[in-house]
């Protein structure tokens, strides 16, 4: 903001220039990042805006959607609208994390001559499953159609790759596992799908058009683009990169997991949640307690200096589909700058809440 706060593509001053450079740097770290194209990299204002581009964007009247049964309201919602709107018709997968060869079965059976996309989320938000997406992307591909991946999750922590995982709408949040601003996010999306645009206006190209510009990526990119989380974002594939990569930051917090499992485990009056997290590394893990809402678990967390997500967390499907508690779960979510001593330290407060020593 100091050295070159102008609006990208919007002038021939020094100042708009370096603005264009940076956002077109970020858009091909993105790109290269996640194995997709540089003009078919689109920024949005968050996952959810990418969602709903790939969803709205793409399907029509009369098509049919799969999605699993961990899907966040950013996937439920949308389609909701479409179904109410638009006669577009969706079913829901349920995923039965320990038996892969099951899921694959449950979902061959829920295509029809009019389905047109399979969509599910990379690692649920509410259990830390995570799905085998190339075998989503394989039964996809073997029957012609779409396959798109909420990576809201994943993005920064598993290895992605649209040509390698066959997808071919992949949507993330900037401000997660990418280390960028909040109010940041991304849509990858393949040479099979042209998405339509969601609204339209100046895209710095084209001015004296009526009709929106059929360039890419900025056909999509109307009005200003978020400059400074833009900047953000490119530094946080920066920091992922000098970490060492997906993997080594998968490994730390995976581990920290571990280890919170394990002493989580020793509380008799706890119920963990890790039965659903599947074969994958886990990263995040949830929780309750038979005599406590988890809002007011998340209130005694927070008083020991503990930041954690309680409630529903914007996943009805999740929640409902495989049995929380009334008041939903904790979730503890552990980043590469947390500890196992932080770790230690959360594990003693829980037992303290349990035993009822902190009220």
Known sequence: MCCFGANPGRGGHRLAAKA???VFETRQAVADFFGGMVARTVFCGNCTHAINLALKGT???????IISSLEHNAVLRPLERLRAQNGIEYDVLRIDPQNEAETLLRARKLIRPETRMLFVTHVSNVFGTVLPIRMF???AKENGLLFGVDAAQS???FDLDLENDGIDLLCMPGHKGLFGPMGTGVLLFSERVLPQTLMEGGTGTLSLAYAQPEIL??????GTLNLPGIAGLGAGLRFIRQY?????IRTHEAELIRVLREDLSVIRSIDLFDTLCG?????LLSFSLPDKESEEIAAMLDQCGFAVRAGYHCAALAHTMHGSPKGGTVRVSPSVFNTKKQIKNFSFCMNQIALRKIL
């Open 155 to 157: 993005a920064g922590v």
């Open 59 to 65: 399907l029509r009247t009369g098509d049919h959607v």
């Open 20 to 22: 264009g450079e940076t």
């Open 217 to 222: 990526p900025e056909r999509y990119e109307s």
């Open 137 to 139: 992307a394989s039964l």
């Open 279 to 283: 074969a994958g590394e886990q990263t």
């Open 244 to 248: 060492g990569g997906t993997q080594a």
